[in-house]
């Protein structure tokens, strides 16, 4: 079975600073990863994901994750954040043999004050 | 386009009441998900659709939870005799095909209250 698991659940940044949220992920085999943003009062979007290739992937806003193998992690990072990255943000793991089911961490709840 | 689309967006059903959420997925999209998030919780899936068929109901969490898609586009996720522990929202999902490489699309979710 997969597993993923969010080590913060709640960050308080302020703007500039950089912000790194941690991912670990529980699975065997071979995985498609993603990292999923909830801004206050809209949907869950996909922010960037992992299916092969370059293990650093660089996605929407200035995001980037680094899929390191060797440790099941996918962690996020983000240099400067802005007032505007106030969010929940959400991992998610896709393992080849689990079929077309999203695996969701627990979530980070991520503040940035002005 | 229109994106994911849910309704309700919120219902608030007495215990016992059966209650039916609806799902209408990007157009053209062939898979739809069903994932119930609880307060404070990541998503979890359950149930999984191909057009009209249903290949996976492994997250269903009781017999009490139903989902159809029988012209393989709209679905209807129905709980019956809700209980409190159903209080959640639950997320709609739509991919163009059936095969993984590709990004979910959520829509805004019905926040299900059971008092």
């Known amino acids: 079975a997969q597993s993923v698991s969010q080590h913060n659940h709640h960050v308080i940044l302020s703007e500039a600073a950089s912000l790194e949220l941690g991912c670990n992920y529980s699975?065997?085999?071979?995985?498609?990863l993603f990292w999923y943003v909830q801004y206050p009062g809209q949907h869950l979007q996909l922010l960037l994901k992992y299916f092969s290739g370059d293990p650093l992937v660089k996605g929407i806003k200035g995001f980037e994750a680094e899929f390191i193998k060797s440790k099941f992690s996918f962690n996020l990072r983000k240099p400067s954040v802005q007032w505007s990255d106030t969010a929940e943000y959400f991992c998610a793991v896709n393992g080849e043999a689990a079929g077309n089911k999203l695996t969701f961490g627990g979530g980070t709840r991520v503040l940035v004050k002005p | 386009g229109a994106g994911v689309s849910q309704s309700p967006r919120y219902k608030v059903a007495k215990r016992g009441q059966d209650v039916a959420l609806r799902c209408d997925p990007i157009s053209g999209h062939v898979s739809l998900f069903w994932y119930q998030q609880a307060l404070g919780q990541g998503p979890e899936f359950l149930t999984y659709f191909q057009n009209e068929a249903q290949l996976d109901k492994s997250g269903l969490p009781s017999d009490r939870f139903f989902a159809e898609r029988p012209e393989g586009s709209v679905s209807t996720l129905k709980i019956q005799r809700t209980q409190q522990e159903d209080s959640a929202v639950y997320l709609c999902a739509s991919r163009p095909t059936g095969g993984t490489l590709y990004e979910q699309y959520f829509g805004p979710g019905t926040r299900l209250t059971v008092t």
């Open positions: 699975y065997g085999g071979t995985v498609n």
